[in-house]
């Protein structure tokens, strides 16, 4: 079956972009109809959908993030990538990379979740 | 775009039901048949228990149930077993073809 995991740097600086890959294993990025997420929970909150590729290279992401979110697929490695840039403390949190299916509509499977602390 | 609207928190004794709520707007919750739900244990990533409002993954416990009326979304839990403890968390499909999820509500098992 599908797995996702994600790795990337623990600890970012304040103002620097944070950059985080997901790998899939158990099947290939560029078969069937999904696309391939990013979803992020600060300690103690809720989950904050982040943004989502297509194979294609489409994307679409969350408002909120829009202008400091980059998500890019590499469909040879069958992986793909998220970088955030101009970090503060607020972006501190476990990130998750998910599979995503627009209809029916959901995540699913999620990869383990990864911490990014971002301090000085 | 604002979270979805979950209680922060529920409770209810072992062999009880209970019903979470997830309130969102016409343009999430209510404007599609595309609300998911996901369990969530401690330290470990969300785990899809409903799709589509009310469809079951394979695998999960039809004790397990998913309704929408309105811009309101419910995930009811029958038959409350300890290992039903957990966070829940929404989410929905949104005309701006994001998505968007609820701020969570911690299941207590009494």
């Known amino acids: 079956q599908v797995q996702l995991q994600e790795s990337g740097p623990g600890l970012v600086k304040p103002s620097q972009t944070l950059s985080l890959t997901c790998t899939v294993s158990?099947?290939?990025?560029?078969?069937?109809?999904?696309?391939w997420s990013w979803i992020r929970q600060p300690a103690g909150k809720g989950l904050e959908w982040i943004g989502r590729?297509?194979?294609?290279?489409?994307?679409i992401y969350n408002p909120s993030l829009k202008s400091r979110v980059t998500i890019s697929v590499d469909t040879s490695k069958n992986q793909f990538s998220l970088k955030l840039s101009s970090v503060t403390a607020a972006d501190t949190a476990v990130y998750y990379c998910?599979?995503?299916?627009?209809?029916?509509?959901?995540?699913?499977?999620w990869g383990q979740g990864t911490l990014v602390t971002v301090s000085s | 775009q604002s979270a979805l609207t979950q209680p922060a928190s529920v409770s209810g004794s072992p062999g009880q039901s209970i019903t979470l709520s997830c309130s969102g707007t016409?343009?999430?919750?209510?404007?599609?048949?595309?609300v998911s739900w996901y369990q969530q244990h401690p330290g470990k990533a969300p785990k899809l228990m409903i799709y589509?409002?009310?469809n079951r993954p394979s695998g999960v416990s039809n004790r397990f149930s998913g309704s929408k009326s309105g811009n309101t979304a419910s995930l009811t839990i029958s038959g409350l077993q300890a290992e039903d403890e957990a966070d829940y968390y929404c989410?929905?499909?949104?005309?701006?073809?994001?998505?968007?999820f609820g701020g969570g509500t911690k299941l207590t098992v009494l």
């Open positions: 998910a599979r995503y299916s627009s209809s029916p509509n959901w995540f699913g499977p």
């Open positions: 158990g099947g290939s990025i560029s078969s069937g109809t999904y696309y």
């Open positions: 590729i297509y194979i294609s290279g489409r994307t």
């Open positions: 016409s343009s999430d919750v209510g404007g599609y048949n595309y």
């Open positions: 589509d409002v009310s």
């Open positions: 989410s929905s499909f949104t005309t701006s073809s994001t998505q968007l």
